[in-house]
């Protein structure tokens, strides 16, 4: 089971530092780990951001190179997750041909099976919007291809942990509650 390749889901919260996402990379580098998504953002938390990291590889690699980014003097706390300890999206964009899809009268019912909409139509091409995992995503890909895909992009993804209250807050909690401890002795 240690040996065993499975894909992860790396959150690391950060002070938003220049440098520090390829410093990140390099670590995943060095751990022979591919990233197969990347997304950086903002947190609910004034000046701490979010990297979303997907990888895949053994629980013993992916937690070595989360101790060695956790070092950082930048990185406030990283957590690694498996799929079912996570809500996770990604959002992907489909441009295909206008004449094509008015062609079709299937397009709605494509649509509303894939939950999916439409963000922009004009005479040459029309762009879609679908929200969800990569999986559905891709199958939107799939179906759209008889239409003439111009183009297709998804975003990294973005995730939250099934816990109640995001984890870090815990962690900043407990961490202020310590310095709290030590200002009194």
Known sequence: MENEIKEYTVTIYTENQIGL??????????HNLSIWSLSAGA???EGVHNITIVTSGTEKKVKESVQQIEKRVDVIKVFFYTSDKIVYRELALY????ESLLECGDIENVLDRFHAR???MNKTFTVI??????????QLHDELKPFGVLQF???G???VSR?????VFKFLRKRERERKQLNIQ
Do not use: M
């Open 21 to 30: 996402l390829a410093q990140i990379t390099n670590v995943f580098t060095r």
């Open 43 to 45: 947190t609910s938390l």
């Open 95 to 98: 441009k295909v041909s206008t």
């Open 118 to 120: 439409i963000v922009e």
């Open 129 to 138: 919007q679908k929200t969800g995992s990569s999986e559905e995503t891709a």
């Open 153 to 155: 992009v998804r975003s």
């Open 157 to 159: 993804r973005i995730a």
């Open 163 to 167: 816990a109640t209250q995001e984890p």
